[in-house]
């Protein structure tokens, strides 16, 4: 090999491996906290509650609590009004705590007699737009790092040396 040429990622002056190295440690700090703030903009930005669309709503299971208060709802796919369990105490929640149905939660029948919630598609598409724009953050920080140290790797090396 001869000492005129180098390869890539290796350095004959400490200085500037030093140099580097340091303009890496400052660029990927700033791509984090820079990628970081882009993300929770971009979380404000759709609105998606990420408490109520990643937490499951809780339904009232007769085998496993006694229900406490029952009120006639409007239920999709029945006719008229339907007695519905709005709070009851879940017999595995130690805490002994009445569960509330969510009031403005829409409900729904199924084929088979059982309530549940109906998906709301809006919320799925936001969540799902949400996740592919960190995607795409995250990707475009990756890549921004390394150009920026490469331009930086061949700046250093072009620059004369001088010792400080």
């Known amino acids: 090999m001869d000492n005129g040429s180098r390869q890539d990622g290796e350095h004959n002056n400490p200085d500037e491996s030093r140099r ?15 990628c970081n703030a882009l993300l929770f903009l971009g979380l404000w930005v759709s609105g998606v509650d990420l408490e109520s ?4 709503p ?7 609590g006694h229900c406490v208060r029952i ?6 796919g ?8 709005t709070e009851w105490l879940d017999f595995s929640d ?3 705590q009445i569960h509330v149905l969510d009031p403005g939660k829409a409900l729904a029948m199924g084929a088979s007699g059982n309530i549940y919630f109906p998906g709301q598609s809006t919320e ?11 995607i795409v953050v995250l990707l475009c920080g990756i890549w921004t790092k ?18 400080t």
Request: proline share 3%; aromatic share 10%.
């Open 124 to 134: 799925n598409y936001r969540l799902i737009a949400l996740m592919i724009f960190a």
């Open 20 to 34: 580097i190295r340091r303009f890496t440690h400052c660029v990927t700090i700033g791509l984090i906290v820079g």
């Open 71 to 76: 009120q006639w709802t409007k239920v999709e």
């Open 53 to 56: 669309t990643l937490g499951k």
């Open 58 to 64: 809780e339904l009232y299971d007769p085998e496993n």
């Open 146 to 163: 390394h150009q920026l140290i490469a331009k930086y790797k061949i700046y250093i090396q072009s620059v004369p040396n001088r010792s």
């Open 78 to 85: 029945v006719e008229g009004l339907t007695k519905v369990c």
């Open 94 to 96: 130690i805490s002994g």
